[in-house]
């Protein structure tokens, strides 16, 4: 198999061992796909692609990366945070601000698919909008709480914030509840103050 890499037309010999797909490069650098993907977009860790456009890579090539990155590179991925919102651009942009900050995201677009990713990897933090369709916050941070009780802690964030939400919120288990649109600034410092520590 012959692999090519996108920007410059390199082509890696199909004998040449220890090639890793993207899972298996975000696994052995320890942090998510989307955080990889966006190394190799900005030239940080070489890919290569397949002639069916699958990312490959080098494993000489992400020891590199990781002596470049100093001690403590493996774990860089940083604590790991789920958002649950069924919104795609509020994940996208709640996303990319906790990424850029080292933390390792995971997503779901809904309440039953934001169970099922944390039955599969327990996070350390979750981030839960309260307004969903199937399943709203409020059942999920219930069923959160029979499961884990308070192991994992939940920042709830809604468009529709009354006077009695951040109440609710905390007396129903969350740590804290933040109204939305939000700066992500604010909800950064508060997913760092949560975990007790700034991921590297």
Known sequence: MTFRDRPEGRRAPGSEPDWLTLGQAAKYLGVAQSTIR?????????AFYTPGG???????????????????????????????????????????????????????????EGLSVLEQDPPDLILLDVMMPQMDGWEVLR???????????????SG???????????ERGASDFIGKPFD????????????GARPV
């Open 38 to 46: 966006k190394w190799s977009d900005q030239g940080r860790v070489p």
């Open 54 to 112: 699958h990312r490959r890579y080098r494993r000489g090539d992400l020891e590199t990366f990781l002596e470049r990155s100093g001690p403590g590179g493996r774990t860089a991925g940083g604590p790991t945070v789920l958002i649950v919102d069924d919104d795609e651009g509020t994940r996208a942009l709640v996303r990319t601000s906790l990424e850029l900050e080292g933390f390792d995201v995971r997503e779901a677009a809904s309440g039953p």
């Open 143 to 157: 069923r959160v709480q029979e499961q884990h009780g308070g192991a994992i802690p939940v920042v709830m964030f």
């Open 160 to 170: 529709q914030v009354d006077e009695s939400s951040a109440g609710k919120a905390v």
């Open 184 to 195: 992500p600034q604010q909800l950064l410092d508060r997913a760092k103050q949560i975990l």
